[in-house]
């Protein structure tokens, strides 16, 4: 392929030409770097996904406080939904993203439904021409056969191990992708193995090579899923399909990969969609169990802790309570026990503020509310403005009229990170430019350099401050 092109662009040496490849299938030799300059398209990073978000629903309705209401409610989903926000550096799987939150006003809490929307909307794209309906491409499988041959597939390349790599799927050869394909096929079409591998092969070549979807070819005969967390997404549901043989199959699931980096998503998926009394019994299974060094990784109180950021049906509320008791409980101990680091606290804020929008940000809320003595008040107010925003800004307001400057100085510094610069809230800040503590006047101005970077107010407010410093 390389010689035609070069024996093309040689014959029309005043064509311009841009050659595109697959960089899992490319070669730097391939074309010589003097003659041809080459570029690597980039994943969307923070700056562009705000872009696109934008620009889509600009588009979309005409009526501006219903673009700022959707363009603020998609940002913020994927800020706190950090799995999602992975997703999002994908501009189709961001588009994709986007679909669903125009009709659905939001996105779901619930990670699992997301997914789910988004894997319908991926194969469906496979039979955009309904030629998979009318068996003009293959001869044995139907649309709705997919789905379930993913799954079985999806749970089969997960057992073969991880990349290492947060966002690509594990990569698995031509050859042996076949013959699994064969073997799902031939049971779930009752057909010779021949004709099996046939339709094994028709799947590869015309669905997965020329059409955009959840399996792709990764370089010269080498598959993976489109993103890992669709990998993650359709294991999950391949043990929920075998969980119609007994319960027992999800806790054997857990009980072998529990605190396995490259099973903890598809852990967190599967119980995210137990029902009844499933959900009570997997977390006290998890408590209970006997992990080494628990008394100081907590380990299984962190799973616990991420099991309720699912917002997983849980009825029994000792147990939801004993759970976010004994996560807070290490803020406390922080300040007592050396064993208990800067990083453990760390995570547990991580936690609880992953609790946002979930069936347990109110207990969460409370436990901090009967904690506030404990705790001091820039860690305080952290933690309640992930939780409960509008409140917090509220309750910080009043802070800032404290008459301990170190309260103050707190307050604005909470309210530059809430990143909701109102007017409220920029004109108070404005005001303590000018209080007579020194820290308390840095904080404000910081805090003001991070919500009214565009606002001319904010910039003629400041801009005596600095003219006030001393020349280094």
């Keep these: 392929?390389?010689?035609?092109?070069?024996?093309?662009?040689?014959?029309?040496?005043?064509?311009?030409?841009?050659?595109?490849?697959?960089?899992?299938?490319?070669?730097?030799?391939?074309?010589?770097?003097?003659?041809?300059?080459?570029?690597?398209?980039?994943?969307?990073?923070?700056?562009?996904?705000?872009?696109?978000?934008?620009?889509?629903?600009?588009?979309?309705?005409?009526?501006?406080?219903?673009?700022?209401?959707?363009?603020?409610?998609?940002?913020k989903a994927l800020k706190d939904q950090t799995r999602i926000r992975q997703l999002a550096r994908n501009p189709?799987?961001?588009?994709?993203?986007?679909?669903?939150?125009r009709y659905q006003a939001q996105l779901p809490k619930e990670r699992h439904k997301l997914y789910d929307k988004a894997v319908e909307t991926l194969l469906t794209t496979w039979d955009s021409q309904k030629?998979?309906?009318?068996?003009?491409?293959?001869?044995?499988?139907?649309?709705?056969?997919?789905?379930?041959?993913?799954?079985?597939?999806?749970?089969?390349?997960?057992?073969?191990?991880?990349?290492?790599?947060?966002?690509?799927?594990?990569?698995?050869?031509?050859?042996?992708?076949?013959?699994?394909?064969?073997?799902?096929?031939?049971?779930m079409k009752r057909v010779e193995r021949y004709q099996a591998k046939k339709e094994a092969e028709r799947f590869l070549e015309q669905i997965v090579r020329d059409r955009a979807g959840l399996l792709s070819l990764q370089g010269q005969d080498r598959y993976a899923f489109v993103h890992k967390t669709f990998q993650e997404y359709l294991t999950a549901m391949e043990i929920r399909y075998r969980q119609e043989e007994g319960f027992e199959v999800v806790l054997k699931h857990i009980d072998?990969?529990?605190?396995?980096?490259?099973?903890?998503?598809?852990?967190?998926?599967?119980?995210?969609?137990?029902?009844?009394?499933?959900?009570?019994?997997?977390?006290?299974?998890?408590?209970?169990?006997?992990?080494p060094y628990e008394q100081w990784l907590h380990r299984n109180l962190f799973f616990a802790g991420k099991v309720l950021g699912e917002s997983v049906p849980i009825t029994d509320e000792k147990l939801v309570d004993?759970?976010?008791?004994?996560?807070?409980?290490?803020?406390?101990?922080?300040?007592?026990?050396p064993l208990v680091t800067q990083k453990l606290c760390d995570r547990v804020f991580l936690i609880v503020s992953n609790l946002y929008e979930t069936a347990f940000e109110k207990a969460a809320l409370v436990q901090l509310e009967g904690?506030?003595?404990?705790?001091?008040?820039?860690?305080?107010f952290?933690?309640?403005?992930?939780?409960?925003?509008?409140?917090t800004e509220i309750d910080i307001l009043k802070l800032l009229k404290d008459q301990n400057s170190g309260v103050r100085s707190s307050a604005a510094q909470v309210l530059g990170q809430l990143g909701q610069g109102s007017n409220v809230v920029i004109d108070s800040l404005l005001s303590l430019l000018k209080d007579e503590d020194l820290n308390v006047r840095s904080s404000a101005a910081q805090a003001l350099g991070q919500l009214g970077q565009d606002s001319n107010a904010v910039i003629d407010g400041l801009l005596p401050t600095f003219r006030r410093l001393p020349k280094s």
């Excluded at 990969?257 to 599967?270: A, F, K, Q, S």
Aim: net charge negative; hydrophobic share 35%; aromatic share 10%.
């Design 1 to 75: 392929m390389v010689d035609k092109i070069e024996a093309f662009l040689n014959q029309f040496e005043q064509c311009p030409a841009i050659i595109t490849s697959r960089p899992a299938g490319y070669k730097r030799d391939f074309f010589r770097t003097d003659e041809y300059p080459h570029y690597e398209l980039q994943l969307f990073d923070d700056t562009k996904i705000d872009t696109f978000i934008e620009h889509w629903y600009n588009s979309r309705f005409e009526l501006e406080s219903e673009r700022e209401r959707r363009k603020t409610s998609l940002r």
């Design 131 to 187: 030629e998979l309906s009318n068996h003009e491409v293959l001869e044995y499988l139907e649309l709705d056969d997919l789905r379930r041959l993913m799954e079985r597939l999806a749970y089969w390349i997960h057992c073969q191990g991880g990349t290492g790599d947060t966002e690509g799927g594990t990569l698995i050869d031509r050859e042996e992708l076949i013959g699994q394909l064969t073997q799902y096929i031939r049971e």
């Design 256 to 291: 072998k990969h529990l605190h396995d980096p490259h099973w903890e998503e598809v852990l967190l998926l599967l119980i995210a969609q137990q029902k009844l009394s499933n959900p009570a019994k997997i977390l006290r299974a998890v408590l209970a169990r006997d992990t």
């Design 92 to 101: 189709l799987l961001l588009t994709i993203i986007a679909l669903i939150h």
């Design 371 to 380: 904690r506030k003595s404990h705790l001091d008040h820039w860690r305080f």
């Design 322 to 337: 004993s759970i976010l008791s004994q996560l807070l409980d290490l803020e406390d101990a922080s300040y007592l026990s």
């Design 382 to 391: 952290q933690y309640k403005s992930e939780l409960s925003q509008q409140q």
